[in-house]
């Protein structure tokens, strides 16, 4: 499909939980969420990591 | 092709949408987008069809057509292939949607969500099916997928894909807003939070899928459908204030804002899509029906596949916006089958004669005159529908499978499969027969009817079906045939029988027999819609104008936009000579429903009356060009053009056509010989009708009063010339010859019956053949033959279109005169005179009574 347009991103705040509001924004708002997600999840685990090799307990 | 009025259109339903949620919501300020759109736009109540089921529905959205043309039955078909059944799907659809058209006139046109659309049509644009947001129990764990041909282009599919939303990715940030004690909830307890869950993941993945197309593709229509605030109604509005009796307390506290929360949610959702549809998009926000709130509200459903729709009521919502279409006002008259002309007419795009429904020209600010083609189905093309061969009738499959089952050439299904194969069948004829019965065509309803009664003779809501079916019909026999066998099944039933009963015999004209039941109907289902209208109606037919407008005040509680109550209280208000008051309800009623004849005439009376003549001339008018054959309308503007506007001119042409076009009525008192005709005739008489009569039979002892009889009427069958000189007048004909009346009259015929023992012994004593007691002398072959003429002075009654009767017994009228009076004047609008008409009931006449009654 070559008629793909480019709409203008609306800024709003990306609570780690998710909130209604952001549901309501739709597609932009859900992709955003995940996008936030992920990345923490990638933080959690660059964090496990990094306390692994401290030597650290692992929560 | 005509003016295209608008640049885009998206049409977003939601499904269930209701005023009565949503107007206390937005006085508090909790709907404020909504409430913006509709100041910038127009807004009103839609009507739905029966029956009220949201895959029928939303097919007549989307194609202008009722069911037994779209073919979408219900909310399962059987799957001839697999002899499983199946959710509904789009190759069962038989005509094309709003988005086949566009698709084919080369719109970019795109589709989420829609009931049923699965699987997803190749239209010109991309489509979303209703099966993508489904989930079953094998995929509850994330990541999912689903079928592919959900979606189209399915090169699309993991786009979509990622844009589901799973019901365990819902928290409590999603969740508190609905239920603020959320965590308190014993969740092995109630399903709540889990329901709330699995509703907002399905309603987000619809959002998320339509908003994306917006934010990402060029269009000219979006369709996107909702069911979430109809799943919420059906699992929460049991909870909703006000508190309902039998629900505990500590429940209602948790849960009693869900409802509320479910729309305001939707508001929220509303804002994304102005932002992204822009000012120059024509927005419209529809719903299939209401949901019944307060005290409406069912306290419990039966147990059967239709029971949801008890939970529906009858008006939905719709709201309008956009470049051409009004500000702030209010549109009446709107059905759901307006949608899909509308929006043609919107692109400027013919519509289809063969739609049910109309164009919504009073949303625009200029006038809009839609242009037609014959059918959209006879053109040809590219619509983006399913290769033929994909799509099928599933109800014809199935008789062809059973015949390659019946031959061998296919394995039998389980008897599991069969039955419920069986189930979605009966279901499907059902639904169809009440679209027939919607529309009207109750010889269509009434074979299948027929036959599910014939099959499932227990089942109650067939059978009820089937005995209001006979009473639109006039059998009236048969009606009460059923209504027994119902009384014997179900005494849950009882007060709809009564209440159905009620309705008979008003249409005998038997008003207090009538009363009794309706009131006895009242005791036990006070809300029952119509019975109040009923029983006003009542009230008005024998002038207590006064009960009828309590009757009609306690149906407005239950129904405030019935145009038929504001019509009753109107009619009342013109009776009780008050014009202003009868002024301001007719003309809500007919606002409500544009098409109604009888609202514009008597709206036309009340303005005559109260002195607006240029109006009541228009209403006048609006009157005679929905139902020309009404003479009285006619015969109002010629009075008005002759006698207060000064334009004797116009009225040439009403009673030209009141002349070529408008039978005359004459009025028949017909029986039996001495059943009592000379007494009706002279009853009558008294009432106010002018009597046809030469008087050449004078009375005598067997008639001291006179017959009132016209010889020319002896001749009837052989010449029925003389008829011209009856138009307008009484007219005494003998049962056998009634049958010989020319179709070129319509009559109201009062027809005397008695007991024929009497009636014989009465004969007999007039020809001084008097009856010695011995059996030979009674005249058992002639009560034979009069017996059979009654029978076919009854089916010649009730077959002819041009003939409304009344019968009255004669004994009735001795012993209770008023009473039967009352049904008389019933039958002739309320127009005689019943003092005068008592005078004439003389009971001394009665001399030869029945041997039980000498007794």
Redesign the interface.
């Given at each position: 499909?070559s008629?793909?347009?480019k709409?203008e991103i609306?800024k709003f705040n990306i609570?780690i939980?998710?909130?209604?509001?952001l549901?309501?924004?739709?597609?932009?708002g859900?992709?955003a969420w995940?996008k936030k997600r992920e990345e923490s999840k990638l933080k959690e685990s660059n964090s496990t990591v990094n306390t692994e090799k401290d030597g650290k307990a692992i929560s | 092709m005509g003016k295209r009025l608008a640049k885009k259109v998206l049409v977003i339903g939601w499904d269930a949408a209701d005023w009565d949620i949503i107007n206390p919501l937005m006085e508090k300020g909790l709907m404020p987008t909504l409430e913006k759109f509709i100041n910038q736009g127009v807004m009103g109540k839609i009507s739905t069809l029966d029956p009220p089921l949201s895959p029928m529905l939303w097919t007549s959205i989307g194609t202008g057509k009722t069911a037994e043309k779209h073919g979408i039955l219900g909310f399962s078909e059987p799957n001839a292939t697999t002899q499983t059944i199946r959710p509904v799907s789009v190759t069962s659809r038989k005509v094309k949607a709003i988005w086949n058209i566009l698709t084919h006139e080369n719109y970019k046109t795109h589709l989420v969500g829609w009931w049923p659309s699965h699987p997803a049509e190749p239209i010109n644009g991309i489509a979303v099916s209703d099966m993508f947001t489904k989930m079953d129990k094998s995929q509850e764990s994330c990541p999912f997928r689903y079928n592919e041909d959900c979606i189209h282009p399915q090169e699309l599919y993991d786009t979509f894909n990622n844009l589901r939303v799973h019901p365990s990715e819902i928290t409590g940030s999603h969740i508190f807003p609905f239920v603020p004690n959320a965590d308190k909830v014993d969740q092995e307890k109630h399903k709540w939070i889990q329901t709330i869950s699995t509703l907002l993941s399905q309603c987000a993945t619809v959002h998320n899928s339509a908003t994306w197309i917006l934010e990402n593709k060029e269009w000219d229509f979006l369709g996107v459908y909702f069911d979430t605030i109809d799943h919420f109604c059906h699992a929460f509005m049991k909870y909703h204030p006000p508190k309902m009796d039998g629900i505990d307390q500590e429940e209602f506290d948790f849960v009693n804002d869900v409802v509320n929360s479910a729309y305001r949610y939707h508001d929220m959702m509303l804002e994304r899509y102005l932002q992204l549809a822009g000012d120059d998009a024509t927005i419209i926000i529809v719903s299939d029906h209401g949901f019944h709130s307060g005290v409406l509200r069912p306290k419990t459903l039966p147990n059967d596949p239709a029971s949801p729709a008890f939970e529906h009521s009858q008006y939905g919502i719709i709201a309008m916006k956009g470049p051409g279409i009004l500000k702030d006002e209010r549109i009446y008259g709107a059905s759901v089958l307006d949608i899909t002309p509308t929006i043609l007419s919107l692109f400027g795009l013919p519509v289809g004669k063969d739609m049910d429904g109309k164009v919504l020209v009073n949303a625009f600010d200029e006038k809009v005159v839609p242009e037609f083609i014959d059918s959209w189905e006879d053109v040809e093309g590219n619509f983006g529908m399913h290769p033929i061969e994909m799509r099928d009738n599933p109800w014809a499959s199935v008789d062809a499978m059973n015949q390659l089952v019946e031959l061998g050439y296919v394995e039998a299904p389980t008897e599991d499969n069969k039955e419920n194969i069986k189930r979605v069948v009966n279901e499907s004829n059902y639904y169809l027969a009440l679209t027939y019965s919607f529309k009207k065509e109750y010889d269509l309803a009434l074979p299948i009817l027929e036959k599910l009664v014939a099959e499932n003779p227990e089942t109650i809501r067939f059978l009820m079906r089937l005995a209001s079916c006979y009473q639109y019909m006039g059998n009236n026999i048969a009606c009460r045939r059923a209504i027994e066998k119902l009384r014997t099944l179900d005494s849950k039933t009882i007060p709809h029988l009564d209440f159905l009963e009620g309705s008979l015999l008003l249409g005998e004209n038997k008003i207090r027999k009538a009363l009794e039941m309706f009131k006895s109907a009242e005791k036990s289902v006070p809300h029952f819609p119509n019975l109040h209208l009923q029983i006003a109606n009542t009230y008005f037919k024998i002038k207590k104008f006064d009960l009828a407008l309590g009757a009609y005040s306690k149906a407005f509680q239950i129904n405030p936009d019935s145009p038929n109550v504001h019509h009753g209280m109107g009619v009342c208000y013109l009776r009780m000579d008050k014009y202003e008051e009868a002024i301001d309800e007719l003309l809500t009623a007919v606002g409500f429903l544009h098409f109604f004849p009888a609202g514009h005439y008597h709206l036309g009376e009340a303005l005559m009356k109260n002195g607006n003549y240029e109006m009541a001339e228009q209403a006048f008018l609006v009157s005679i060009s929905q139902s020309p054959g009404n003479k009285r309308a006619h015969q109002w503007i010629i009075k008005l053009y002759k006698e207060y506007l000064g334009t004797p001119e116009k009225a040439i042409y009403h009673e030209n056509f009141i002349k070529n076009n408008i039978k005359g009525t004459i009025t028949i008192v017909s029986g039996l010989p001495r059943s009592g005709t000379s007494m009706m005739m002279q009853m009558l008489n008294a009432g106010g009708l002018e009597v046809l009569t030469d008087n050449v039979r004078q009375n005598d002892d067997n008639n001291p009063k006179g017959y009132l009889e016209f010889e020319k009427v002896k001749r009837l069958h052989l010449d029925n010339s003389w008829l011209q000189e009856a138009d307008g007048k009484l007219v005494k004909v003998v049962a056998p010859l009634v049958m010989s009346l020319s179709n070129d009259y319509n009559y109201k015929i009062v027809f005397m019956l008695r007991d024929m023992d009497e009636m014989i012994r009465s004969q007999q004593k007039m020809l001084g053949k008097l009856d010695d007691g011995s059996k030979s002398s009674y005249p058992v072959a002639l009560i034979e033959a009069f017996k059979k003429q009654l029978e076919k002075a009854d089916i010649w009654l009730k077959s002819m279109p041009n003939v409304s009767f009344i019968y009255v017994n004669y004994t009735d009228v001795i012993n209770s005169p008023e009473e039967q009076i009352e049904n008389l004047n019933s039958f002739f609008d309320n127009e005689l005179d019943t003092d005068k008409m008592l005078s004439q009931v003389d009971s001394s006449l009665y001399r030869n009574k029945s041997k039980e009654l000498q007794k």
């Open positions: 499909m008629e793909d347009k709409s609306p609570p939980e998710g909130s209604l509001g549901l309501a924004l739709g597609a932009i859900y992709i995940k | -």
